[in-house]
C-alpha cells in the first residue's frame, strides 16, 4: 500500500512527492514511460541531445526559483523572431513591421488606428482584431493560430491569453514601422537553461530520496476501494492519490465514471507536437536566432529552434542543430508520415537559408500526444466540472495536463506542491 501514490514523473509529479515527502508522507510515482522528465525529458542522437521541443526556465515563484538555482546554467536574453516569405521580423511583429515594404506596412497601420472597440463576449479571433487591426490579426497571428492550435482563432476562448501576446500603442507600432532598433518587449527579461545535461538537469536535484517506478502505466482507477491497476496487470492500494496524467484520459478511467462526466472529457483536446530533429556537422546553423516562428502556411512547422544555442553541450564540438514543431490534433491530422515530414523539414530549412542538406548528419521525428490544452470556447465550464468530480473521488490533479491548463513548467511544480496537504480533499 502506498501512502501517497502520484502518477506522472513530470515536474508536476516529481513535485508532488517532492513535498508530500517534505510533509512527512511516503510517496511512489508510477510513471508510464521507462524515464522520467515528461515533457522536460530529452533524447540523444549520435552524440546530438534534444529536448522535447523547445525549453526555457524561468520561474515566477521562489519555490521553482529554488530549484532552478541549484544547477550551474546558461541565461539567454530573449530575442526570438518571425520568418515570413523569405523576411525576418522582430518579434512581436505588431511593433516590428520594419522590413515589410512601405505600401504593406501602411495598410497594417491603417488597420491598427481603424481597430473596432473592444466587445463584450470575443472570440480569439475577434480579440486579435480589436488588439492589432484586421491586417495584422490575419496577417499574423491569425495564420500563426491554424498552425500552432489547428484551428481557426474564432474557434478558441480568450481565457488562455495573459501576457502572452503584447499589446502594443499606437506609438510602438509606428516607431516599429521606421526602425530595427525597437527595445524588446518580449514578457521576460531573460531565460535559463543548464550549462550542461540537457533542461532536465534542472529537475535532477529533485530526484534525491524519490522512489520512481517507471513502465508502470496506470490503466484503471477504482477510488472508493483505493487502488490502481496498470498495464502489466500489478494493482496498488493507495491511501492518496495524486494525477498528473491527462484530465480526460483519468476521468475515463474511473470505475464507475457517471456519463455526463465521460462524455465531457471526450470533448476536451490538445495539440499535439511532431518534432523533427536535424544535426549538423558544421558549427553554426540558423543565423542568430535562438527560436524562431513560421508563418508561411505551405511550409508545415509553426516554430523552430536552435538547442545548440541553448546550451554548446547539446551538441559534439563544431556541430549544431535545429528542431521543428509541427503542430496537429482531431482537427488537423498530420498531413504526411514521419519521413515526408522530415524531407519537407529539410527542404523547407534550405529555402530558408537555414542550413544544407550537404551538412546533415543526424535526422529524427517523433511525436508528443499532449502539447498544449486547446481553450475552444466552453472548454473552462467542460472542464471544471471534470475537475469536481475528480476531486470528489479523492483525487488531486495536478500539472498542465492534470489541471488542464496552460501552465508553464514553474507553475506545474506549483500544482504539485499541492500535495504537501494531506488529505487534499475539496
Ligand atoms: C512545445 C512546448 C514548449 C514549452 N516550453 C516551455 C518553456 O520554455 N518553459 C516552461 O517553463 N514551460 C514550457 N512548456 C510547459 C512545460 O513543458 C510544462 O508545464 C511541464 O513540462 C508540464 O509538466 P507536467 O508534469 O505537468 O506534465 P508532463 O511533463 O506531461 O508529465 C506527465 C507525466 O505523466 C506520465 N503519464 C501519463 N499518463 C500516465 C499513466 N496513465 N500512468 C503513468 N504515467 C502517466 C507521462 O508519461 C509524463 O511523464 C512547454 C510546453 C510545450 C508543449
Redo the contacts with the bound molecule.
Keep these: 500500500m502506498a501512502e501517497v501514490l502520484v ?8 513535485s508532488a512527492a517532492v513535498h508530500a515527502g517534505r510533509a512527512g508522507h511516503e510517496a511512489v510515482i ?4 521507462e524515464r ?5 525529458d530529452h533524447f540523444h542522437l549520435d552524440g546530438f541531445r534534444f529536448d522535447n ?6 520561474s515566477n515563484n521562489d519555490h521553482y526559483e529554488a530549484v532552478l538555482g541549484l544547477t550551474d546554467c546558461i541565461t539567454h536574453r530573449p530575442e526570438p523572431y518571425n520568418y515570413e516569405q523569405g523576411r525576418w521580423l522582430k518579434h512581436p511583429v505588431q511593433n516590428n513591421l520594419c522590413p515589410l515594404p512601405v505600401e504593406e506596412k501602411v495598410e497594417a497601420i491603417k488597420g491598427f488606428v481603424e481597430r473596432p472597440e473592444r466587445g463584450e463576449d470575443s472570440n480569439y479571433g475577434q480579440w486579435l482584431v480589436e488588439q492589432f487591426g484586421r491586417v495584422i490579426a490575419e496577417r499574423y497571428p491569425g495564420r500563426y493560430t491554424r498552425k500552432y492550435w489547428t484551428v481557426p482563432a474564432e474557434q478558441l476562448s480568450t481565457d488562455w491569453i495573459g501576457n502572452r501576446l503584447y499589446r502594443p500603442s499606437l506609438e510602438e507600432v509606428l516607431f516599429g514601422a521606421m526602425t530595427g532598433e525597437t527595445p524588446s518587449t518580449y514578457y521576460l527579461p531573460e ?1 535559463r537553461y543548464p550549462r550542461r545535461g540537457g533542461y532536465s538537469a534542472f529537475l535532477e536535484p529533485l530526484l534525491e530520496d524519490l522512489d520512481i517506478k517507471t513502465g ?4 484503471y482507477i477504482d477510488p472508493a476501494k483505493k487502488y490502481v491497476e496498470c498495464r502489466d496487470g500489478s494493482r496498488e492500494y493507495y491511501r492518496h492519490l495524486v494525477s ?3 484530465l480526460p ?1 483519468l476521468a475515463k478511467m474511473i470505475e464507475g465514471v457517471p456519463d455526463a462526466v465521460f462524455e465531457a472529457a471526450e470533448t476536451l483536446w490538445a495539440t499535439s ?1 511532431a518534432l523533427v530533429s536535424l544535426g549538423f556537422n558544421v558549427p553554426q546553423v540558423a543565423g542568430e536566432h535562438l527560436w524562431f516562428y513560421i508563418y508561411d502556411e505551405e511550409i508545415l512547422p509553426a516554430r523552430a529552434h536552435a538547442p545548440y544555442r541553448k546550451s554548446p553541450a547539446n551538441t559534439p564540438e563544431g556541430c549544431s542543430s535545429l528542431q521543428f ?1 509541427t503542430y496537429y490534433s482531431r482537427h488537423k491530422p498530420l498531413p504526411c508520415s514521419g519521413e515526408a515530414l522530415i524531407e519537407h523539414v529539410i527542404e523547407a530549412a534550405e529555402k530558408m537559408q537555414l542550413a544544407s542538406r550537404r551538412d546533415l548528419v543526424v535526422s529524427d521525428f517523433r511525436t ?1 500526444p ?3 490544452v486547446a481553450f475552444d470556447r466552453g472548454m473552462i465550464e467542460r472542464r471544471d466540472f471534470i475537475l469536481d468530480y475528480v476531486k470528489g473521488q479523492g483525487i488531486l490533479p ?5 489541471e488542464w491548463a496552460y ?6 511544480y506549483l ?2 506542491k499541492k500535495a504537501e496537504t494531506l488529505p487534499f480533499m475539496v
Excluded at 522520467?36 to 522536460?40: A, H, N, R, T, V
Design positions: 502518477i506522472g514523473a513530470g515536474v508536476a509529479g516529481l508510477f510513471e508510464a514511460k522520467w522528465g515528461g515533457l522536460l521541443a523547445v525549453h526555457f526556465a524561468f531565460m508502470r502505466e496506470v490503466v498528473s496524467m491527462p484520459e507536437i514543431e508528443l499532449y502539447g498544449n495536478v500539472g498542465r495536463f492534470g501552465l508553464w513548467a514553474d507553475q506545474s500544482s504539485g
